[in-house]
């Protein structure tokens, strides 16, 4: 069992689905449960609901670690395609504050932990979900860097996106992240903090692996 947490657009993704790949593992992208809530949330203008209601919109929600994906339904239908944008980040960072919703979803997450082994990325991993991972490492990079990563990504999914509005929405997206009460995004007191900014997403991976060999 390996976390991965941190900021967005610091790699995380990239990293555990190629870690899961070279080992054969499952990988749990954390994030995309809290996108498609937020997108059904969206969906359903439900945004302002009581958590009551919100939790049984996450009843509607599942995942299925598929080796080095991750397979994530609404109602049964898979809306993998729909979560990409960065709206869906934007609704998934607001509907992660509430505390029912963060209960009704961490079940499903620990329900993820399936043989030969899971990676897993996200904000709270190491931290809450698998407080007793074995390897748990906290990857961040600059904001600038952060940004034009995530400007790339969205490229290459054909989706639009601007530097300067990118950049103000992470930051304003790990200050919500980051200050909420529950849960917030922060290192475990046992993880290993990488900075990946002068980095290549392969060369993080190397730098666990070799870390990791003795687990692994
Ligand atoms: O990793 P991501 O950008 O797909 O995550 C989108 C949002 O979901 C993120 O801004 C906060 C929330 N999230 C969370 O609260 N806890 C997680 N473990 C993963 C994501």
Redesign the pocket.
């Known amino acids: 069992m390996v976390t991965i ?1 941190g900021p ?1 657009g610091a790699g ?2 990239t990293v555990a689905a190629g870690l899961a790949r070279r080992l054969g593992w499952h990988w749990l ?7 498609a809530l ?1 997108w059904l949330a969206a969906r359903e203008k439900l945004f302002e609901a009581p958590d009551e209601t919100l939790a049984d919109l996450a009843s509607r929600i599942n995942v299925v670690p598929a080796g080095p994906d991750t397979h994530v339904t609404a109602d049964g239908q898979d809306i993998r395609e729909w979560l990409r944008e960065e709206k869906a ?1 934007e609704w ?2 607001q509907i ?1 504050v509430r505390p029912q919703v ?1 209960k009704q979803l961490l079940p499903l ?1 620990q329900a993820c932990r399936i043989p030969p082994g899971l990676i897993t ?5 190491g931290t809450v ?1 698998f407080p007793d991972a074995v390897l748990k490492v906290y990857l961040t990079a600059s904001p600038k860097s952060r940004a034009e990563r995530r400007l790339k990504q969205l490229n290459a999914l054909g989706v639009h996106g601007n530097l300067t509005d990118l950049t103000r929405e992470i930051a304003a ?1 790990d200050e ?2 980051r200050t ?1 009460a529950l ?1 917030p ?1 922060s290192p475990a007191p046992d993880a290993w903090v990488i900075d990946s900014t002068h980095l290549s997403a392969e060369q993080v991976i190397e730098q666990i692996w070799e870390a990791g060999r003795c687990f692994f």
């Open positions: 947490d967005g995380k993704g992208d954390s994030g995309s449960l809290y996108r937020g980040g998934a960072s992660a963060r997450q990325d996200g904000r709270d991993m979900v997206r919500r992240d909420r849960s995004l």
